[in-house]
């Protein structure tokens, strides 16, 4: 097995950890236009490209955004907020409930998180939120259905304990050979 001390992929993918509690300290937009350069290039779904990023540093919006998302644990001072153009996706064939649009959703968080760790900022994913709410608040186009949220900011130096506290899974414990042994 490759090991994760040398290989600088992986070291970074086993570093990371979903941040709770950020300073007051501003996010630049080039931070944030770095990331989003990054999330571009996460796999999609036939290359549609179905995602769309709404990005923020202004902090009415971010405080908007925490009142209307019960999981929004820590006070980003920027968000990237992935959506899915459903109109889009109806346009090139996506039936409603086809999985790929979401799935889409997982890879550019996936690489938004390791984007955010490289410059050097702490992030995390929230999906508990009032989706109409943030409709609003982002002025969403018609069309595009908010799916995850992304709280970017400074790392605290004091994180709190982890959510759900205990050994951490094994990939043995997630995988299944076929055939057995
Ligand atoms: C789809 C999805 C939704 C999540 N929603 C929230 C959320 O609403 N609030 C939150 O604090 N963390 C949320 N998380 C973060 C997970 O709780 C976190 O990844 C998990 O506790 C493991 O922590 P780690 O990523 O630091 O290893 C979400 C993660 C995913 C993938």
Not at 28 to 56: C, K, Y
Not at 102 to 126: E, K, N, R, S
């Amino acid at each position: 097995m490759t090991d994760p001390v040398v290989d600088p992929v992986l070291a970074a993918i086993r570093r990371r950890r979903v941040t709770r509690a950020m300073t007051d300290e501003p996010v630049a937009r080039e931070q944030v236009e770095t990331i989003l350069e990054a999330a571009r290039w996460a796999p999609t779904a036939g290359n549609r490209h179905l995602q769309r990023f709404v990005a923020t540093t202004h902090p009415g919006t971010l405080r908007v955004l925490r009142m209307v998302s019960p999981g929004m644990i820590a006070r980003p001072t920027a968000a990237i907020t992935v959506c899915v153009d459903r109109g889009l996706a109806a346009n090139y064939g996506f039936r409603p409930e086809t999985p790929g649009p979401w799935i889409d959703v997982g890879t550019a968080t996936a690489t938004i998180l390791l984007a955010a760790q490289a410059v050097g900022l702490g992030a995390g994913p929230v999906s508990s939120f009032s989706r109409a709410a943030v409709g609003v608040a982002l002025d969403l186009p018609e069309g595009w259905s908010p799916e995850l949220i992304v709280g970017l900011g400074h790392p605290a130096p004091q994180q709190p304990g982890a959510m759900t506290p205990g050994r951490r899974v094994t990939w043995q414990d997630l995988t299944r050979w076929v055939p057995e042994g």
